[in-house]
């Protein structure tokens, strides 16, 4: 079926059935490889994107519930105020190690900082605890965190 | 993509490679490049004397360096970079010897070609592991390197009718300090490819490296904030389908 969605900014009609994952569509269909795929099930926070500005697991949003919504993923988390000052941090601070989880930890990140440009340690605990990083750069991502809050 | 199946039965003892064994095949060969530009092939070293004495000789080359008319140094990589830093740490090994800034130095992955980039010490299958990546590139890659900057220096002394040994190399010019004449290494890049490849180069002193040992940022870093970065799952080869299993939603379910 015909579905039109919006992604960062564009609308995009593609023809998938209803209740295709979000992801599959952003990295099979539109070829926007950016959001990774890594579990699946909503466990491991790879495939975060912006739904209306709110982190969500695009692995597990079927694309027929999206309707209205604005998608914005890492291919344009660069264009938004708090994006900006996140990447800038992660390259301060050199985060990134194989950087496989990263679009998404930027994500989270990323949706954290415009909704609370100031987070306490337990804020960036409770919005980042979904996004599962195997080299372990957790301490740097919690200090470019603090970094680009403190840029604002 | 580290083999561990593979990497556990490497045979024989691994051995550094020695300066006897570079100078025993020929590493570099240089050809005028589609664009006009400098092509340096390089053989990068077996690690290991068995795999080495089996075909040596056939071992088609398996990385690249191109100098565009641009400037730009282009280093065809076929170890992947997985977090362990070889997409800084081997531009830096390149870099030192040709005497160039680290963010002139970029790195493409080699395409799928067995026959061209293959591993010789996982059997000829094009995998990275071993933690051999860096350890086979310290000389030949700074080889490389010298290489062309020895090229470029006598392709600036043939124009300017000098001895080449009154020049030097920095920052991607090369320079004759009597005169205080430069010309960038992207105005001779045409002319290097037809120089002669120099048998021997003299690789520096490690009392004179300016880049390596030094702290670097990752090159691979800015792609890996903004999603540009190409990884496996995101290689679409022409005409590749995209398939997934079709799971029984119910255990012991059947067809």
Same mark, same amino acid.
């Given at each position: 079926?015909a579905?039109?969605?919006?992604?960062?900014g564009?609308?995009r009609?593609?023809?998938?059935? +209803?209740?295709?994952?979000l992801l599959w569509?952003? =990295?099979?269909v539109?070829g926007?490889?950016g959001?990774?795929? +890594?579990?699946?099930m909503a466990?491991?926070g790879?495939c975060t994107?912006h739904?209306? +500005?709110?982190a969500? %697991?695009?692995?597990?949003?079927?694309?027929?519930?999206?309707?209205?919504?604005?998608?914005?993923t890492?291919?344009?988390? +660069?264009?938004?105020?708090a994006? #900006? =000052?996140i990447?800038?941090a992660?390259?301060? %601070?050199?985060?990134?190690?194989?950087?496989?989880?990263?679009?998404?930890q930027i994500?989270?990140?990323?949706?954290?900082?415009a909704?609370n440009?100031?987070?306490?340690?337990?804020?960036?605990?409770d #919005?980042?605890?979904g996004?599962?990083c %195997?080299?372990g750069?957790?301490? =740097?991502? %919690?200090d470019a965190?603090k970094?680009?809050a403190?840029?604002? | 993509?580290?083999?561990?199946?593979?990497?556990?039965?490497?045979?024989?003892?691994?051995?550094? &490679?020695? @300066?006897?064994?570079?100078s025993?095949r020929?590493?570099?060969?240089?050809g005028?490049?589609?664009?006009?530009?400098?092509?340096?092939?390089?053989n990068?070293p077996?690690?290991?004397?068995e795999?080495?004495?089996a075909?040596?000789?056939?071992l088609?080359p398996?990385?690249f360096?191109r100098?565009?008319?641009d400037?730009?140094?282009?280093l065809?990589? &076929?170890y992947?970079e997985?977090?362990q830093g070889?997409?800084?740490s081997?531009?830096?090994?390149i870099?030192e010897?040709?005497?160039?800034d680290l963010k002139q130095?970029?790195?493409?992955?080699a395409?799928?070609?067995?026959?061209?980039?293959?591993n010789?010490?996982?059997?000829?299958?094009?995998? @990275?592991g071993?933690s051999?990546?860096?350890?086979?590139?310290?000389?030949p890659l700074r080889q490389a390197?010298a290489t062309?900057?020895?090229?470029?220096?006598?392709?600036?002394?043939?124009?300017?009718?000098?001895?080449?040994?009154?020049c030097?190399?920095?920052?991607?010019e090369v320079?004759h300090?009597p005169?205080?004449?430069?010309?960038?290494?992207a105005?001779?890049?045409?002319?290097?490819?037809r120089m002669?490849?120099?048998?021997?180069v003299?690789?520096?002193?490690?009392?004179?490296?300016k880049?390596i040992?030094t &702290?670097?940022k990752?090159?691979?870093?800015?792609?890996k904030?903004? *999603?540009t970065?190409v990884y *496996?799952?995101?290689?679409?080869p022409?005409?590749?389908k995209?398939?997934?299993?079709?799971?029984s939603?119910?255990f012991? *379910?059947?067809a």
């Amino acid at each position: 079926m015909a579905i039109t969605i919006k992604v960062n900014g564009i609308d995009r009609t593609i023809d998938v059935d +209803g209740d295709t994952p979000l992801l599959w569509v952003l =990295r099979d269909v539109l070829g926007m490889t950016g959001t990774k795929f +890594g579990c699946g099930m909503a466990l491991c926070g790879a495939c975060t994107v912006h739904v209306d +500005g709110a982190a969500s %697991r695009s692995c597990v949003t079927p694309v027929d519930s999206i309707g209205k919504s604005e998608i914005t993923t890492i291919e344009a988390i +660069g264009g938004t105020a708090a994006g #900006a =000052r996140i990447q800038k941090a992660w390259l301060d %601070r050199e985060v990134v190690q194989c950087g496989y989880c990263q679009s998404g930890q930027i994500m989270s990140a990323s949706a954290l900082l415009a909704s609370n440009p100031h987070p306490t340690d337990a804020d960036i605990d409770d #919005a980042m605890s979904g996004n599962i990083c %195997r080299c372990g750069t957790y301490v =740097r991502i %919690r200090d470019a965190i603090k970094q680009a809050a403190q840029s604002n | 993509m580290i083999l561990d199946h593979l990497t556990s039965g490497a045979a024989g003892p691994i051995q550094s &490679p020695s @300066t006897s064994d570079l100078s025993r095949r020929s590493f570099l060969q240089a050809g005028a490049a589609a664009g006009g530009g400098l092509m340096l092939s390089l053989n990068l070293p077996l690690a290991n004397r068995e795999v080495e004495a089996a075909g040596a000789d056939e071992l088609a080359p398996n990385a690249f360096i191109r100098i565009g008319g641009d400037g730009q140094i282009i280093l065809t990589m &076929p170890y992947v970079e997985m977090g362990q830093g070889t997409y800084t740490s081997i531009p830096m090994l390149i870099a030192e010897e040709l005497e160039v800034d680290l963010k002139q130095v970029r790195l493409e992955h080699a395409p799928p070609n067995e026959k061209l980039y293959g591993n010789p010490l996982f059997g000829g299958i094009q995998a @990275t592991g071993n933690s051999n990546a860096i350890r086979a590139a310290w000389q030949p890659l700074r080889q490389a390197g010298a290489t062309a900057r020895t090229m470029l220096i006598a392709a600036a002394a043939k124009r300017w009718n000098i001895d080449p040994a009154s020049c030097r190399a920095e920052s991607g010019e090369v320079l004759h300090p009597p005169t205080g004449r430069t010309i960038k290494y992207a105005e001779l890049a045409a002319a290097a490819a037809r120089m002669p490849v120099p048998e021997r180069v003299v690789l520096k002193r490690p009392e004179d490296f300016k880049l390596i040992g030094t &702290p670097a940022k990752r090159l691979d870093a800015p792609s890996k904030v903004n *999603g540009t970065a190409v990884y *496996g799952i995101d290689v679409r080869p022409p005409g590749v389908k995209i398939a997934t299993l079709a799971q029984s939603p119910v255990f012991g *379910g059947r067809a």
